[in-house]
């Protein structure tokens, strides 16, 4: 069977490796891929192509004669990849673009919730900024998330900590463009966040794992968003009452969307809070894995992926099965990452050869084969996975390896504390 990825991050890396372990899969594609994936899985790249070029991608798949696509990436979504791929008789695994406006369109998610009686902070949708400036004046004084509505890579969610850095936050909305235009405004909610991923088929589903996720550039959670700067898996703070609440709330989310007509297939990535009562709330939710949560939770699959997946698409929802290790994963970024880090391109990154000879994963991003090197390509380069019986093992394991790797200039850079609230925790 030949199957297509539709994506060119460390989250595509992991679905090869992935389907990969599958002994039906023969052959693995990707759009638009990345080296590494090319060089660890034989995977056939597209480089010069775009998530969004989707005649592009339908032209290929036919070509190539793709049994599944499997579309794994935010714009693709949005840009009705998998509504085009069907309507072209070719079998694909993610959301529809209707469905898929859970992500893509944060102010109908909100409203969406907001219908369904679904546990989120107060907010209010601006398009424009006086809106938003008008609304902050009313205020007394408070902390806020000003968030872009469209997709924005990670980057969109702005806390303000008082009304300066509110108005602050309404102006940069201009610096997402389009996905900017429309904003919200939301309440800010005090509590630990977790992530949580449910394989759907429109009113059944099963959860495959729960992550902690490290948005913030530099230790102790300080510096700007980031797409993700490495998680952890299991998080000690989903306990069987958060468990429960997930479930519950996964279960009123595909209900309130097959009402809709809008019925789910696919990964549901529920992006949660839990505050000082034990209560969940929903941060937001995404229409496919994360990035790098999909790094620490899809090794951990025991089921054959390319079978659940297929059986997905015939409605049928199987128990998932989980080796129940933990995991850590480190993302290692060009140093001035996510700002400016256009001096690191072309850097050669030291380290790999002994790397892939360890205990470790190794899941690519945006670094580049140049003969026998490996030289830097864009902001989030690689990400360094390790397992073990604990977090605190899997964590030694993680940063002895990364002691290995460098960057002339000192151009590599990476958090040293991921998984920091379990590390504490007794």
């Keep these: 069977m030949r199957v297509m990825i539709i994506d060119g991050g460390g989250r595509g890396s992991a679905l090869a490796a992935v389907y990969a372990k ?52 935010d714009d693709a979504v949005a840009a009705g990849l998998v509504d085009l791929l069907k309507k072209n008789k070719i079998k694909a695994f993610g959301p529809t673009k209707a469905a898929g406006q859970i992500e893509w369109d944060k102010a109908w998610s909100r409203n969406f919730m907001e219908k369904f009686d679904l546990p989120s902070p107060a907010y209010v949708v601006c398009k424009s900024q006086k809106e938003g400036l008008d609304f902050i004046n009313k205020q007394k004084e408070s902390k806020w998330f ?22 602050k936050a309404i102006y940069k909305m201009k610096q997402f463009a389009k996905a900017g235009e429309t904003f919200l405004i939301e309440q800010c909610l005090e509590g630990e966040e977790f992530s949580a991923f449910a394989i759907c088929a429109k009113d059944k589903f099963e959860i495959v794992g729960y992550a902690q996720d490290h948005k913030r550039v530099f230790d102790g959670d300080l510096g700007p968003n980031t797409g993700g700067m490495g998680c952890s898996s299991p998080p000690k703070i989903v306990t069987k009452n958060i468990d429960k609440q997930v479930k519950q709330i996964v279960r009123k989310t595909i209900k309130g969307l097959v009402s809709l007509k809008r019925p789910y297939v696919g990964i549901l990535y529920l992006g949660a809070m839990v505050d000082r009562n034990d209560k969940v709330w929903i941060i937001e939710f995404n229409a496919r894995w994360g990035d790098p949560e999909a790094q620490v939770i899809l090794p951990g699959i025991k089921n054959n992926y390319f079978e659940l997946v297929n059986e997905l698409l015939k409605n049928n929802v199987h128990r998932i099965k989980n080796d129940n290790k933990h995991r850590i994963v480190v993302a290692a970024t060009s140093k001035g990452y996510p700002d400016s880090y256009s001096k690191v391109i072309g850097k050669p990154i030291l380290g790999f050869d002994k790397i892939l000879k360890s205990k470790v994963s190794i899941f690519g991003a945006a670094i580049k084969k140049s003969g026998q090197k490996w030289t830097a390509n864009g902001g989030r380069l690689f990400y360094l996975m390790a397992e073990g019986k604990s977090i605190k093992e899997s964590s030694k394991m993680a940063y002895l390896a990364l002691n290995n790797m460098s960057s002339p200039g000192k151009n590599l850079h990476y958090r040293k504390d991921i998984g920091w609230r379990d590390l504490k925790r007794k």
């Design 22 to 73: 599958s002994k039906q899969v023969t052959e693995i594609s990707a759009v638009p891929g990345n080296d590494f994936m090319k060089y660890a899985q034989s995977v056939t790249t597209f480089p010069k192509l775009k998530t969004t070029d989707t005649k592009d991608i339908i032209k290929i798949a036919k070509n190539l004669k793709i049994d599944l696509v499997d579309v794994a990436q």
């Design 146 to 167: 000003v968030k872009a509505a469209g997709l924005a890579a990670g980057k969109g969610a702005i806390f303000a900590k008082n009304e300066e850095e509110a108005k």
